[in-house]
């Protein structure tokens, strides 16, 4: 029987059957890196305390999903040897405590992959294991969030508000570690198959979330003007002048993009337009709305936008195909489409958007899109039986393999005594002690993707060993602002060929790329796809071996209304419900402060999409059709609140601009010199009162109790609190700043070594850039394995640099690379200067 790509269902195998998890997390980051590898199809077996989950919320439901619980007492005689015999049989153990906590309990990882050689060990603490200073705190998700600066730096909005500290209830470490931890062990999978050997390997959450927030602590040396936002202008003008940072909501629309905002519709309704940058999704915006032949005639300028501005045509300050418009225009063109959003309700906007190629999500809470009928179509959004909750609508797959049926099919979380779990221990299989090298060494990926989210993919592969070559068009679709400065990250690791790949001659060289490459990375819907032949069938028919990972904004393991539908990060936030809960309201929608929130995200569930067909190819000999999607990550980071059942009570957790955190033991305080964060419970209140200083808390909750220590933290400063907090083991974190952390961890590339695993925190200067700037960026070191390497990937070379080298190394003779660029097939740039000045 042949099994096309794509309908892997014939052959009955899911992507990680077979594998064992022992999962001992608790809270967030460990459960999820278990569930990801569960719904790959791993079988799952979590570890609980006597009385159950320590996080005694719903969510907790959906992230033990399809998993065999037990609860175990790991202190005891008993408990300790059923915990032994588990990890015996297992092929994955997560675990997400403080370092050392699991050897204090008899279970270190040296020993337990002693004895099962092959075992992959998966560490998810809250800071790094080695990091002297903050190894042993109690990490909190919010104190991780404080150490990172993502409190302290959450957006333009923010500051020209003047709002600061600005808390976030999404778990942003957790999810973004969790990813990278499950994608790090389905890699660690797929290298055992060659060597027998697993891996000990270490994702601290906040080393995951300063390579999440990789956008906001990067740093480029004479940053040219003609990038800055008119809101980061609006910023630098009240600095200089020493204006107040107090701009209302209201205020702050008027310097948003035109094509970066929020528009009124005929229903009151908002949809959020993101078509900036793009070198024709303005254009397309316009004609949609009726008024494109009005703005040609007013004189929009439309100049090509990779011209130094010394080059601009006389009279033009911007550019229709290069974010900003100046704010002149801004207010031109945003008064027009504010016009215009008013003819038809939000809903029947995003549908004409979206049916004709143009990117625009209507605003939504949480609730309503889990209600939502793409959601549930696509299945983004499942419906499960829970013993406890009964009907829970949860958060589909992050990863999935197209084809596989079962992806949707989840089962409830069931309890069994450890006993009754039939647990052999496994048996080594270990090849001749191989040199230690990346998991990926030998590989090569092709990546056809833009913008952050699909280059996020294979620029992460690249950490691991692997070769990536980059396909751009000749005529570049985004501008410079878009994929050269964010290209900045998410370019490095690549060597990079501008080709046409619609043309007769690039697609013959295409399918020659794709038949070099063991993984093919893309961002599309489907029907872009099918449009440039890299369809499923066509790659299959090229080399049944390949693997290719699609990344889009709508998709889900089935097709719904909205799945051909164009999108953005910011439009999965505005239609899962990110924006609504930043901003407080449906009237009052903000993006979440952070570049790339839900890119990034996006592009780590890309590599553990690609690391789980890699493991079903290691075992089946072919490749399959990995797929991901930015509303299933969206959905992720609101994993405390992204579920529904009958009995759930109002989608009221925190949101909005005014709150400093979750209830009184859990959100920032101001000192006398500043603000930090307290995170406790409430079983630590006894703690709270020995505390000097906080006298007169016995018995008080609620409101009396935030005002009380409200009342008390301003009468010392932060570091007399915070050590105080700490020496009865409570967790407390001043409020840093992101790009203060980034300037005290900072090596410069020509200087030495780049520390990968030392400390928590790591950025490199990269002074030798090929844009003759010197570029700071954060480091790759939120992965750290112990058998395998990671390398630091080479500065993203300018677009073209090596295209000759490339069409070279693949057949094509001097004269007929000559030709391919003459002919405009192939380019070697886009313009003259790396980043247009």
Excluded at 45 to 57: F, V
Excluded at 689 to 709: F, M
Excluded at 739 to 765: M, P, Q, W, Y
Aim: net charge negative.
């Amino acid at each position: 029987m042949t099994v096309n790509k794509g309908n892997n269902a014939g052959n009955g195998a899911r992507p990680l059957s077979g594998i064992r998890i022992v999962d001992f997390g608790q809270f967030i980051a460990g459960p999820a890196a278990a569930m990801m590898l569960g719904d790959l199809g791993a079988e799952v077996i979590h570890i609980d305390p006597p009385g159950g989950s320590r996080w005694r919320s719903p969510a907790a439901a959906v992230l033990n999903r399809g998993k065999t619980c037990v609860e175990l007492d790991l202190k005891s005689v008993e408990g300790r040897a059923q915990a032994l015999r588990l990890i015996h049989s297992a092929d994955v153990v997560v675990e997400n405590f403080r370092p050392g906590v699991m050897a204090r309990l008899g279970l270190d990882a040296a020993t337990m992959r002693s004895d099962n050689p092959g075992l992959v060990w998966l560490s998810l603490p809250g800071f790094g294991s080695r990091d002297a200073e903050r190894a042993n705190l109690k990490a909190w998700e919010a104190v991780v969030a404080a150490a990172c600066g993502q409190y302290s730096d959450m957006g333009l909005n923010r500051v020209l508000m003047g709002i600061e500290p600005s808390f976030s209830p999404l778990p942003l470490a957790s999810a973004y570690a969790s990813v990278l931890g499950a994608a790090a062990a389905a890699l660690a999978l797929v290298k055992r198959e060659e060597t027998g050997r697993g891996d000990l390997i270490e994702v601290p959450l906040a080393s995951a979330l300063m390579e999440g927030l990789a956008y906001n602590s990067q740093q480029v040396e004479r940053y040219p003007d003609r990038y800055k936002s008119n809101r980061e202008k609006e910023i630098e003008r009240r600095r200089a002048v020493g204006e107040e940072m107090d701009a209302t909501y209201e205020e702050l629309q008027e310097l948003l993009d035109p094509f970066y905002r929020n528009y009124v519709c005929a229903d009151g309704r908002r949809i959020y337009v993101v078509s900036a940058s793009h070198v024709s999704h303005p254009e397309r915006v316009h004609k949609i709305l009726g008024l494109w032949d009005q703005l040609v005639e007013e004189g929009l300028p439309r100049h090509y936008a990779y011209l130094d501005v010394s080059d601009w045509p006389d009279g033009d300050t911007c550019s229709l195909s290069s974010y900003p418009l100046s704010q002149d225009w801004a207010d031109r063109v945003s008064a027009l489409m504010k016009e215009a959003f008013r003819a038809k309700p939000a809903s029947e906007w995003e549908k004409i958007f979206g049916g004709n190629g143009a990117p625009a999500a209507m605003q939504r809470t949480s609730k309503e899109w889990l209600c939502s009928d793409h959601a549930l179509r696509s299945h983004l959004i499942l419906e499960v039986e829970d013993p406890q909750f009964g009907t829970m609508r949860q958060l589909g797959n992050l990863a999935w393999i197209k084809g596989d049926v079962a992806a949707a099919e989840k089962t409830a979380r069931r309890s069994v005594e450890a006993t009754d779990i039939p647990a052999e221990p496994k048996a080594a299989n270990l090849q001749a002690n191989p040199n230690r090298t990346g998991w990926l060494s030998g590989s090569k990926i092709l990546d056809l993707t833009n913008v952050i989210a699909g280059p996020t993919m294979a620029s992460t592969l690249a950490r691991f060993g692997a070769g990536v070559i980059s396909v751009g068009p000749v005529s570049p679709t985004m501008d410079a602002w878009n994929a050269i400065i964010f290209g900045m990250h998410a370019g490095r690791g690549k060597r990079s060929l501008l080709m046409d790949i619609k043309s007769s001659i690039g697609r013959e060289a295409l399918q020659r790329l794709v038949k070099w490459a063991d993984v093919v990375t893309v961002n599309a819907t489907d029907a872009q796809l099918a449009g440039i032949g890299l369809d499923a069938q066509s790659i299959d028919r090229i080399d049944p071996r390949t693997v290719v990972c699609q990344l889009d904004c709508y998709g889900g393991s089935l097709r719904g209304p909205m799945s051909d539908f164009p999108g953005y990060d910011d439009l999965a936030q505005a239609c899962t419900g990110v924006m609504a809960r930043f901003g407080g309201s449906l009237d009052t929608p903000e993006e979440h402060a952070h570049f790339g929130t839900i890119d990034v995200l996006g592009g780590f569930c890309g590599v553990l999409a690609i690391g789980a067909a890699l493991f079903q190819r290691a075992r089946t000999g072919r490749g399959e059709f990995a797929r991901v999607s930015l509303c299933a990550a969206g959905q992720l980071i609101q994993a405390p609140f992204m579920f529904d059942h009958e009995a759930r009570g109002p989608f009221d957790e925190p949101s909005g601009r005014s709150i400093r955190g979750w209830g009184a033991l859990y959100r920032a305080y101001q000192a006398s010199d500043g603000w930090f964060f307290l995170a406790a419970q409430d079983t630590d209140v006894a703690a709270l009162t020995e505390i000097d200083g906080l006298a007169g808390i016995e018995g008080l909750s609620g409101e009396a109790l935030e005002s009380t220590l409200e009342s008390g933290f301003r009468k010392r400063t932060i570091a007399a609190w915070v050590a105080r907090l700490r020496a009865a083991d409570l967790g407390a974190q001043s409020l840093d700043k992101m790009h203060a952390v980034r300037d005290r961890h900072l090596a410069v590339e020509s200087e030495g070594k780049i520390d990968l695993s030392d400390n928590t925190f790591s950025f490199i200067r990269h002074d030798r850039h090929p844009s003759g700037r010197w570029v700071d960026l954060v480091a790759p070191n939120s992965i750290r394995p112990t058998e395998a390497t990671i390398v630091v990937p080479d500065p993203m070379p300018k677009p073209g640099a090596d295209s000759r080298q490339i069409l070279s190394e693949f057949g094509y003779t001097t004269d007929e690379i000559d030709a391919m660029i003459s002919d405009g097939t192939a380019a070697e740039a886009w313009c003259t200067k790396y980043l247009p000045e």
